[in-house]
T-cell receptor
């Protein structure tokens, strides 16, 4: 079985500070990993995804994530937070054994950015 | 390309009623997945359709059903609504059913059951 754990349901940073959102996954097979962002009253927007091509993945809006197999982690970072980054962030996993595009999501982390 | 569209965006129903939600995928996408999002349970997978066939199903009761049409548009139906069915229902489409393909999400339908 696969699972995703996001550490911290709420994270608050100051504008210009480093953003670090943590994601750990459990998978007995090579995973595909995703980070999505959700703004209020909207659907999910893909930030980035890992599909084994490179361990450091760069996404949109200055975000990036590093796949660390030994730590089963896929943490999301951004060097300098912007007010517009305030949203909820979801880490998700799928694998070759997840037929039909099934994504398993973490519980989400709400990011607040203080001026 | 137009994104994934869902209709209606908001819906209010009463217990015992049934409801149908609609999803139009991105042009050329053949896979459509449905998810339920609630504050308590988070995002949970309902089912996925590819070429009019249900290929995968989540752990939801039979009151939740869906279908896909030949143009890849999909509908989901919830019968005998319960208060706990109040949620944001999200539809996502991808180009095919290869694992790892990006799923693109629509804005969702907010269902409120009174």
């Amino acid at each position: 079985a696969q699972s995703v754990t996001q550490l911290g349901s709420h994270v608050s940073v100051s504008e210009g500070a480093l953003v670090l959102l943590r994601c750990n996954y459990s998978s007995s097979v090579p995973p595909y990993l995703f980070w999505y962002v959700q703004y209020p009253n909207q659907g999910l927007q893909l930030l980035l995804k890992y599909t084994s091509a490179a361990t450091l993945v760069k996404g949109i809006n200055g975000f990036e994530a590093e796949f660390k197999k030994s730590e089963t982690s896929f943490h999301l970072t951004k060097p300098s937070a912007h007010m517009s980054d305030a949203a909820e962030y979801f880490c998700a996993v799928s694998s070759i054994y997840n037929q039909g595009g099934k994504l398993i999501f973490g519980q989400g982390t709400e990011l607040s950015v203080k001026p | 390309k137009a994104g994934v569209t869902q209709t209606p965006r908001y819906l209010i129903k009463t217990r015992g009623q049934q409801v149908t939600l609609s999803c139009s995928p991105i042009s050329g996408h053949r896979s459509v997945s449905w998810y339920q999002q609630t504050p308590g349970q988070g995002l949970q997978f309902l089912f996925e359709y590819f070429s009019e066939t249900q290929r995968n199903k989540g752990n939801f009761p039979g009151r939740f059903s869906g279908r896909q049409f030949s143009n890849s548009r999909s509908e989901m139906n919830v019968s005998t609504l319960e208060l706990g069915d109040s949620a944001l229902y999200l539809c996502a489409s991808s180009s095919d059913r290869d694992i790892g393909d990006t799923q693109y999400f629509g804005p969702g339908t907010r269902l409120t059951v009174l």
